[in-house]
């Protein structure tokens, strides 16, 4: 009851409470604060993938400047040589402004990183995004083989676009989804949504595509875990992700049993709507919130 209270007051809840709890799960406003993070998970075992926050942008300098960004997080991870890789958003570069536009910013990218034996991650967003974010995949494929996308097991869609992107063995993060979709477009109810992300697993790991399994679910870990075991997986076969200040001894634990496992670690001044969406779907969010808003938060 208080969690559900909390979660429709963030609103009118005053950024720096927001900010002050939303810290755990961010690197910093900076690439100097996410490259210091990410040198740090990578001493405790962990992979990363570093992200620069902000989304929805609306006008060609922004994306042009996230761009850029981009473009020098590859390169600091290869200064720093860092074990990490990139992850973005298509609406920072441009999507919701033009999709050529979109697409030329995201091609530079895929060049640099490229030139840098680097990977990029493109994020999947709320629904309205994804058909040309597969459109953009399938189109760059072709020519670049060094990014991957991310399929949410909430879509009802997303069993047919796997069956499409094994076809050419996409490398996939596999998470739940965590954008408000209505119930035609999306499955509203939790077990719905383990069932389906155990299908699509299975659908991804018996048709060859490398996976990212992005979840902090118990319930879909020891699936997933069971599976890998069962089937005798390889480690150059998947690997598993999860968020930067969310169940840091689970993810310790995985990484002492062996497996591969990756950070994902943004950072950067636009952390507002990302950090809300964190916090509406953390089970601990009103005792963080209530603490800080209480001055107890150390």
Not at 55 to 75: F, G, M, P, R
Not at 202 to 224: K, V, W
Not at 233 to 251: C, I, N, P, S, T
Not at 267 to 281: F, H, P, V
């Amino acid at each position: 009851m208080i969690n559900k209270i909390i979660t429709a007051s963030l609103p009118i809840i005053p950024k720096i409470i927001i900010g002050k709890v939303a810290s755990r799960y961010i690197a910093g406003d900076s690439l100097k604060t996410a490259v210091n993070t990410t040198e740090q998970l990578n001493k405790s075992g962990a992979l990363a993938t570093i992200d620069v926050l902000g989304e929805d942008i609306t006008s060609e300098e922004e994306a042009i400047n996230t761009t850029k960004e981009c473009e020098l997080v590859l390169k600091a991870i290869a200064e720093n040589k860092l074990n990490s890789n990139l992850s973005l958003k298509l609406t920072q570069l441009g999507l919701q402004i033009d999709y050529k536009f979109c697409r030329k910013n995201l091609v530079s990218i895929l060049k640099h990183a490229s030139r840098l034996n680097n990977f990029v991650r493109i994020d999947m967003e709320n629904h309205t995004c994804t058909d040309q974010t597969l459109e953009l995949y399938f189109d760059l494929n072709k020519t670049y083989k060094n990014f991957g996308v991310v399929i949410q097991s909430y879509l009802r869609r997303s069993e047919n676009d796997i069956k499409l992107l094994v076809k050419k063995k996409a490398n996939v993060r596999l998470c739940k989804g965590i954008y408000k979709e209505p119930p035609g477009i999306a499955f509203q109810s939790a077990d719905e949504i383990r069932e389906n992300y155990k299908l699509l697993l299975r659908l991804l790991f018996e048709n060859g595509s490398y996976i990212g399994i992005a979840t902090h679910d118990d319930n879909l870990l020891n699936d997933a875990l069971s599976y890998i075991s069962t089937k005798k997986k390889k480690l150059d076969q998947y690997e598993f992700q999860m968020l930067l200040g969310v169940r840091a001894e689970k993810r310790k634990s995985i990484i002492s049993d062996g497996h591969p496992l990756r950070v994902y670690t943004p950072y950067g001044k636009d952390w507002y709507a990302y950090s809300i969406r964190r916090l509406k779907e953390n089970p601990q969010m009103a005792f963080y919130i209530a603490k800080a808003f209480f001055g107890l938060e150390k």
